[in-house]
C-alpha cells in the first residue's frame, strides 16, 4: 500500500466470485471509483456448496488499484454453522489484511461483524453503502427485514457508523422509516464505466425499432412477462419492431415458455442468455430504449449504464429510478400500467430519430462516471488532504 494514499476495507457481501461474475457487480464499480484516490482492498467471505463443510479456500488476486481477497467456506446444512464458519473466516483474513483507515461495509448486516470489531479493538471507523431492496416498504411487508435481533443489530450499526451511503434517497427514506437512523446519509449512485459504456460510432440502417432488457431474471421483481405481452401488441402495430433479451437467472425458463407462447420467439423476440463485455455492451448501443418494468427496484445498473451510451429508458416508476429518468432521457410508465407500457414503447418507436444521444449521455457522465461518484465517497469519507477525518 502507498503511504500518501488512505487504505479503505471494503467487506461486502455481494461480490463477483468464481460461480457467477454479475453478483454485486456494482460493488466491484464503487471499488474502483474510490480506487482512483485510495487504497482499496475487498473482503468478501462466502458459502460454497461446491467445497466439503468445515474446509475453506482463500483466493487473492490484484489489479487496477484493488486487492480482493475472496474466501469461500464449505456450506453446511446448519445456518448456525455457516455462521460460526463464516466468522471464523472474517477473523483469520482480517489478520492478513493491512490495517485499514476506513472499513468500508457493502450490504448490512453479518458484514458488519468484522467491521465492527475492527472499530472496537483497533479503533478503525466505519461507513455504510446499502445496495438491498429489503427495506422497501414492498418487501418489508413480505418479512424482509423481521426479528427483533437482526433489527435492533442493524439499528446500532447504523447509528454507530461515521456515515451512511445509499444508491438513492427514496431508499434511504425507507431505511430511516424503519429507523435505521443516522446523521450522514449520502446519495452514491451506481457507477457506470463510462469509457466502456458510450454511444457507438456504428452506423444504423434504421430498419428496425430494437428494445432491450437486461436483467437477473427475477421475475417477482422485474416483471419480464410484462415486457413481452407489451412487445406483442407494439409488434402488431410496429412490424419492424424487436425485443432482446439479455440475461440469465432462476426464472429464466419460465419466461421463455411465456414468451414462446406468443409464437414470437427467434423472429421478433430473442434471448441472448447471459452476455458480458463488448457482446453486452454492443446489444446496449444498439437499442433505441432500454425497457425495464419492475415491480420493485433501487437504481439498476442497467438504467445507468444505458443513460451513459445515450440510450433512453423506458420504465416503470419505482424505487429510486425517478431520481435520475426523466422526460430528457426517457419515459416512466406506472408499475403494472400495461397500456402505458406499450404506449411508452410505441413514442419511442416513432420517434427513432428523435432522441440525442449525447445529452442523454452527458447526464451520465455529471452523475454516474468514476470520478463523480468518487467525489461522493470522499465526502462520505470526510477525506481532507488524503486523510480520513475524525
Known sequence: MKNDRPHILFISRWYPDRHDPMPGLFVRRHAEAVSRFADVTV???????????GTHETHVTESGGIKEIRVYF?????????????????LMALKGIEKPDLSHIHVLSRTAIPAVWLKWTKGIPYVITEHWSRYLPENVKKGSFRGWLRRWFTRWVVRNAKGVS??????ANAMQDLG??????????????????????????????RFVHVSCFDEPAKNIRGIVDAFVEVAEMKPNAVLYIVGDGPDYQMVLEHAKRTGLV????????????????????????????????????????????????????????REHVNRSNGILVDKGDHKGLVNAMKTIAN?????????????????????????????LYELKNNQIQG
Do not use: W
Request: charged share 15%.
Open 166 to 171: 445509499v444508491v438513492t434517497q427514496n431508499l
Open 43 to 53: 473482503l468478501y467471505v462466502t458459502p460454497d456448496a461446491t467445497i466439503p463443510s
Open 266 to 321: 427467434g423472429q421478433k423476440i430473442h434471448f441472448t442468455g447471459l452476455l458480458e463485455g463488448a457482446a453486452l455492451l454492443k446489444q446496449m448501443q444498439l437499442a433505441d430504449a432500454m425497457v425495464m418494468f419492475s415491480n420493485y427496484e433501487n437504481l439498476p445498473c442497467t438504467i445507468v449504464e444505458s443513460i451513459c451510451c445515450g440510450v433512453p429508458v423506458v420504465s416503470s416508476d419505482v424505487g429510486g429510478i
Open 74 to 90: 464449505g456450506k453446511s446444512s446448519s445456518s448456525l454453522v455457516n455462521g460460526f464458519q463464516m466468522a471464523k473466516c472474517y
Open 351 to 379: 420517434n427513432q430519430s428523435g432522441t440525442v444521444k449525447e445529452e442523454i449521455r452527458n447526464y451520465g457522465l455529471a452523475h454516474f462516471s468514476m470520478v463523480a461518484v468518487g467525489d461522493l465517497f470522499k465526502q
Open 180 to 209: 435505521l437512523r443516522n446523521q450522514r446519509y449520502v446519495i452514491t449512485p451506481n457507477v457506470a464505466d463510462t469509457e466502456t459504456f458510450k454511444p457507438s460510432h456504428e452506423e444504423r440502417d434504421g430498419s428496425t425499432v
